[in-house]
């Protein structure tokens, strides 16, 4: 066992997504889920390769605020990337998962932005969540987002 000093994680700041195209992905973002742009920029040189590795690349990005969630989205320039995106279930990737009031409505929604359901909602069988219908939805880069709708406000499918 080693040995530990003491730390307190004090909260989570953010969520951070990349994208092939920060134009699309505010589009999704904001037409598609209502969140509100904070803010864009660029950044880039030594302090980009030393925080994330991505050495010799730039980066633009916007910060968006959905449901007291800050959202990260960058696009990052001047880097090969693999031609085929992460799925859900690799080893590493990670996914947001948001509470919606109508996941049907949502789905149709968000189809309009390149976004796909991985199949059906089904609702969790037991539990503290029993009832609460959950997909996922994958969107043009790949990334993946959960949907949630609690029971209390599940219409009759």
């Known amino acids: 066992m080693t040995e530990h000093t003491s730390i307190h994680v004090?909260?989570?700041?953010?969520?951070?997504f990349a994208v092939g195209?920060?134009?699309?992905?505010?589009r999704f973002w904001v037409d598609?889920?209502?969140?509100?742009?904070?803010?864009?920029?660029?950044?880039g040189g030594e302090f980009l390769g030393q925080v994330t590795g991505a050495h010799g690349a730039k980066v633009r990005l916007a910060i968006v605020s959905l449901a007291d969630q800050t959202i990260e989205l960058l696009?990052?320039?001047?880097?090969?990337?693999?031609?085929v995106?992460?799925?859900?279930?690799?080893?590493?990737?990670?996914?947001?998962?948001?509470?919606?009031?109508?996941?049907?409505?949502?789905?149709?929604?968000?189809?309009?932005?390149?976004?796909k359901a991985q199949g059906t909602p089904q609702p969790i069988a037991s539990g503290a969540r029993a009832g609460t219908r959950v997909i996922y939805a994958v969107g043009p880069d790949g990334a993946t987002i959960e949907f949630?709708?609690?029971?209390?406000?599940?219409?009759?499918?």
């Open 10 to 16: 004090q909260r989570a700041d953010h969520i951070g």
């Open 21 to 26: 195209s920060l134009d699309e992905a505010l």
């Open 32 to 43: 598609g889920l209502g969140a509100r742009l904070v803010r864009t920029g660029e950044m």
């Open 75 to 83: 696009q990052y320039q001047g880097l090969d990337r693999p031609s």
């Open 85 to 115: 995106p992460a799925k859900p279930f690799d080893p590493g990737f990670a996914h947001l998962a948001l509470v919606v009031d109508d996941i049907d409505a949502l789905l149709v929604r968000i189809a309009a932005y390149g976004w």
């Open 148 to 157: 949630m709708q609690p029971p209390a406000t599940a219409k009759d499918h």
